[in-house]
Structure formats: C-alpha cells, structure tokens
C-alpha cells in the first residue's frame, strides 16, 4: 500500500458534454467563482445556468444530502452552470469595479440573483474540474454583466458585511450558529466580505472552503475540550461513493485521518494501485496545513466535532475514509463533510474495550473493502499517544 499527497494524485477530470450553450443570456447565478491558479492573476467569475431559475439545488451540499442526489443528478445541474469570468490580478481589482460589485452581490445573495451576461464567445463544450470544488460547466471570457433583480441579502449576513471592524472568523462562527450552511459561509469569504475592513480581499474559492470548515472546527473544539470523556464508539456510513469508519476513544480530544483510494480499472483515484493518505493532529491543534489528506481533513473533522458537540462528550476520533469506484465524478470537498455526518447519523456501536473498538475495524473494512487495516493501526500516531498518554487515573 503506497503513501501519497492528494496533490500529487489530483488529475482535473476533463469531460464533454452535449449541452448547448449561447454566447449572451440572461440567467440565475448561485455562486461566484475565484480560481487559484496563477494568483494572484486569477480568474473572477460568476456561475450560472442560462435561464432564470430560482432552484437552490444548484449550489446546496445540505439540501443535496437530505434528499439524496446521485452523483450523475449532482453533475449534470452543475455543468449546467456558465463559469463567465475574467482574469485580474488580485491587487487591481478596484479598476474593475463594477464586475466585482456584481461578483459580491451574487455571493451576498440570499436566493438566485438574475443576471445578463454577455461572453465574449460562446462557451466551448470541453469542462474539466477539481477535486476540491464543486463542478461547474463551460468557462468563456466575459464582456458584460449586470444584476437584473433586486438582490435580497438575510439580514445577519448585511449586519456582519456592514461590520467592517469583526474579524473574519468571528464573523463566520457567528453567521455559522445562526444557521448558515457552509456555502453560503464560502460564498461571503471567497467574494471579500467578511472581516476588518482594510483586510478583505477576494479569496480563492477553494481556499476560501478550507478556511470556513477550519474556522468552524476549532471553535466548536474549544467548547468540546470541557466536557468529560466519552465511550468507546463506532459509525459507519456514508454516500456517493465516500464511506467513513469512525472510532471514537474516551479520551482528550485529538483527531486522525486515513484517506484509502480503493484500487479499481473504473476508480480515477486509484489507476497505480491501492494508495492511501494521513494527517493528525493531537490535543493542541495543527500548526500547519494538512497536506496528504488537504480540504478533507477539515471537512470531516468539523462534521465529527459537530456530533461530539451534540453528545456534549468529548473523544479523540480516528476517521478511516474509503473512497470506491462509485465516486466517479468529484463532486467537491462537501462529500466529505455530508458523508461523514450521514456516517454519524447511523446507529452506534459502543465496546467495553480500545481491543474490541479495533478488531471491529479490522473485520468491517475487511468484509466491506477486502483492505486490511493492521498497517493503519499500528502507523497511527493517535493510538501511539494514547499509549504514552499518561491519565489523572494513573496517579
């Protein structure tokens, strides 16, 4: 079994698809779009299918896991959506202010914001996409857009936007306890409206995802580190193709990963064999980036100390995720977090014993992947602490 950085397996899958496409539309945009490579020359745009729709399943993980999309239904309302953009360089943003004003409405929106968008050309029918994010369809160069409706803003986004002396991340904890799915979080971070004034900037979608799951994750850790210990606990689940194993031990917080890319002709992520990924981090945090298992580490951790906070328990968590040939089209960094949170809302198993919790695994993933996971086991650096841990109780 090989070791691997996701970035260094990443491959943008490239599709062709057999919708057609006008160069000028008037349409509902969802979601901007800031890209990363090149920064800071990147490319702003807005995403938008060419008709007026308000359907939020366009850009909704939440509403996509309650009512159990498939993967190809997820796909096809987003290479639906026109990536019109443009590219700037992120210092010179102001001499473009009237597309960037239209970029942060559509990010402030809270419904649909109808737009008419004038391209350059007529977007081409070749799309490829990241891992990380959720797909989109063609990109074409644009040469105009302008709002066409009045863009209603929830009033706890327009109170926190207005506040130009909150940080950001107090800004995202507190929009995030009020209800606001990740999303919609992401939107606001990546379009620069959030945080101290002379600090907002336009941040580059995917790292504006990361930034949202981690925020939220260590603020709900500082609350979970309070309660007492839990018990000995197993969830298992999962969807689209991304199935979770998740052991928790009564002990102070600390937290795992293992990302498995099953071997299969048909699995994108496995063309070289059974190859898998690892991050950690013990009860004092990361203090940098989790660059083997990137944006999913911090999906996942936030869904699991989302239910620790539920179960007012507290746990050190290893998370096993096995990623099959079902997941055939990647659909973003919310799988991660929408999967782990359908594991946890499966039916526990709980165990007198640290001994019993992982021969349990072992058997599981060996009956469901036919992967032996003794190698996981005994490279973990979280049951090697939990080993020269020493307890109050020893005392």
């Not at 008037?26 to 008709?51: D, K, T, V």
């Not at 729709?53 to 999309?69: D, I, M």
């Not at 293992?258 to 063309?271: A, I």
């Amino acid at each position: 079994m090989k070791r691997v950085k996701f970035k260094d397996i990443e491959q943008p899958v490239k599709i062709k698809t057999k919708k057609f496409f006008k160069q000028n539309f008037f349409g509902s945009a969802p979601a901007p779009f800031i890209g990363r490579y090149g920064y800071p020359n990147i490319n702003i745009g807005i995403l938008s299918p060419q008709l007026i729709t308000n359907n939020e399943a366009y850009s909704s993980p939440k509403l996509w896991s309650k009512e159990n999309y498939k993967i190809h239904e997820i796909a096809n309302l987003r290479y639906s959506l026109v990536n019109s953009r443009t590219k700037w360089h992120i210092k010179d943003l102001k001499r473009n202010k009237r597309f960037i004003e239209v970029v942060q409405e559509v990010g402030l929106a809270k419904t649909n914001a109808e737009v008419e968008v004038g391209l350059k050309k007529a977007p081409t029918l070749n799309l490829k996409s990241e891992k990380e994010i959720i797909p989109w369809g063609p990109a074409s160069q644009i040469n105009k857009a302008r709002i066409t409706s009045n863009v209603k803003v929830n009033q706890k986004v327009e109170k926190l936007t207005s506040d130009t002396d909150l940080k950001a991340n107090k800004a995202i904890t507190q929009l995030y306890n009020k209800g606001l799915e990740e999303q919609q979080l992401t939107k606001l971070i990546s379009v620069g409206t959030l945080g101290i004034g002379k600090n907002r900037k336009m941040v580059p979608t995917r790292w504006s995802i990361t930034a949202v799951d981690d925020t939220i994750g260590k603020q709900l850790i500082k609350e979970v580190k309070d309660y007492n210990l839990g018990d000995y606990t197993a969830y298992f689940g999962g969807g689209w193709g991304n199935y979770y194993l998740l052991l928790f031990f009564p002990e102070v917080w600390s937290y795992e990963l293992f990302e498995t890319y099953l071997y299969s002709e048909k699995n994108p992520w496995s063309k070289k064999g059974l190859m898998y990924s690892t991050d950690f981090e013990n009860h004092n945090g990361r203090k940098s980036y989790a660059e083997e298992t990137a944006g999913g580490y911090y999906a996942c951790r936030l869904s699991v100390i989302e239910k620790m906070k539920k179960l007012k328990k507290q746990h050190s968590c290893l998370a096993l995720r096995f990623i099959t040939s079902e997941y055939n089209i990647p659909l973003g960094v919310w799988t991660c977090r929408e999967a782990t949170r359908k594991s946890l809302q499966a039916t526990p198993i709980t165990f007198a014993s640290k001994a019993l919790l992982l021969r349990y695994a072992q058997l599981l993933i060996k009956k469901k992947f036919g992967v032996e996971i003794s190698q996981f086991i005994s490279q973990s650096k979280l049951l090697k602490e939990q080993k020269q841990q020493k307890k109050m109780s020893d005392f």
